[in-house]
């Protein structure tokens, strides 16, 4: 068994795409994956299992609830790795947001220089892009205009305190695998 990481995109948010996490839980069981447990009920989830992919669960999720949720899973090792390479060292975790995308993202620097804060800084790494916004994200214009400066993905975003805290929760399920 290993330990792996679910991100749900946009579930539970405005009070769209309802899943009580009870329910999130119980469906992961049914694919054999063991010791779930949710963070926040905005998409985020640890389990342990033998193998486990983002399509299994985003087509039981669409059994289930009737919600084409947009998904990824990863392994410990990778999720570590994603999480380790954020470049920023912020006084406050919730001032960085890092946006997981679902493949190899474009960065448009046109659109990012006509969206960004002189106070911002965002930079890709990989399949992932991390956004530094020390006046906060929900002052921040480049968050509303993401799509149109991180191009040929799909993304979800999480802050630097659900990221670390999902490595923590990761650490507990690869404990008791």
């Known amino acids: 068994m290993q330990a792996y990481v679910a991100l749900l995109r946009g579930i539970n948010v405005g009070g769209n795409n309802k899943v009580p996490m009870a329910e999130l839980k119980a469906l992961a069981a049914t694919l054999g994956w063991q010791n779930a447990k949710t963070y926040i009920a905005s998409g985020n989830m640890t389990f342990a299992a033998e193998e486990a992919d983002a399509a299994a669960l985003q087509s039981a999720m669409k059994s289930a609830f009737g919600l084409d949720i947009p998904t990824l899973v990863y392994d410990r090792e990778t999720f570590d ?27 448009d620097q046109d ?8 106070s911002e800084t965002l930079t890709a790494s990989g399949q992932i892009v991390w956004l530094h916004a020390p006046d906060g994200i929900g002052r921040s214009k480049l968050v509303e205009k993401m799509h149109k400066v991180t191009t040929g993905t799909d993304t979800t975003a999480r802050n630097l305190n659900t990221i670390r805290k999902l490595q923590e929760m990761l650490d507990q399920t690869a404990d008791g695998c």
């Open 81 to 107: 790795a994603l999480a380790n390479s954020c470049p920023f060292d912020p006084e406050q975790g919730k001032h960085v947001h890092g946006f997981f995308c679902f493949s190899r993202p474009t960065v």
């Open 111 to 118: 659109a990012l220089a006509q969206f960004k804060a002189e």
